[in-house]
């Protein structure tokens, strides 16, 4: 019987993790502008390393030109969007549940570190009070890397002074999570709330609420 590794670190993604998921505001847009569902998710895969979204999480254009260079890459697939309401629809609201979980994981002793793929915009006050609860943030936005390139998580893991066998990670995309089970983090794909706190809770064996 082979030992395992103990965990000492737990990693969060935040927009769909902490926060609601911004793919539910897409959808209301979609269905507002007559969009085909899930349309702007859609444009966000071509390319994925090297489109607008790639390159604002980055850091590497300013939102003006990302407003222009959305709207170039969604018409080539049939429907033009502004790049501007994009950006209008990324801020999701605080789960108060998953705070509680994050509180309870610090109150057990366990580093925590946020993994944000984000774009740099107006602090919001509800969301710099969950911020301040970490041991380290890591941003695509301040960093220059973003998921799932792997030297997100290289200098995640370096921040926290961990390996990635010491780490469980939460985000609600998979294609995120799959580098990081690769390198030898535990992860688990939000889906939702509760979801996300049983499976984390039954990891680490203590009560999250």
């Given at each position: 019987m082979t030992e395992t590794t103990p965990i000492r670190a737990v990693f969060w993604d935040f927009g769909g993790v902490i926060l609601t998921s911004p793919f539910e505001a897409f959808n209301r847009y979609e269905?507002?502008?007559?969009?085909p569902h899930d349309f702007i998710r859609s444009v966000n895969t071509v390319d994925p390393d090297?489109?607008?979204w790639a390159r604002i999480e980055r850091q590497e254009i300013s939102p003006d030109?990302?407003?222009?260079?959305?709207?170039?890459?969604s018409k080539a697939l049939g429907h033009e969007v502004p790049g501007r309401d994009i950006l209008a629809?990324?801020?999701g609201d605080v789960r108060p549940e998953m705070v509680t979980a994050l509180d309870r994981v610090i109150e057990a002793g366990y580093i925590t570190a946020c993994l944000?793929?984000?774009v740099r915009a107006e602090p919001r006050?509800?969301?710099a009070d969950v911020m301040e609860r970490f041991d380290h943030v890591v941003e695509s936005s301040k960093v220059g890397v973003r998921k799932p390139e792997e030297s997100f998580?290289?200098?995640a893991c370096e921040m926290a002074g961990v390996e990635p066998g010491e780490v469980v990670f939460l985000d609600d995309l998979g294609i995120n999570l799959k580098p990081a089970?690769?390198?030898?983090?535990t992860t688990i794909k939000v889906v939702g709330a509760d979801q996300a706190i049983d499976d984390l809770a039954a990891v680490l064996g203590i009560d999250l609420r």
């Open positions: 269905h507002e502008h007559g969009l090297t489109n607008a030109e990302f407003d222009a260079a959305f709207a170039a890459e629809l990324l801020s944000t793929n984000n006050p509800d969301v998580y290289v200098q089970k690769a390198m030898g983090m």
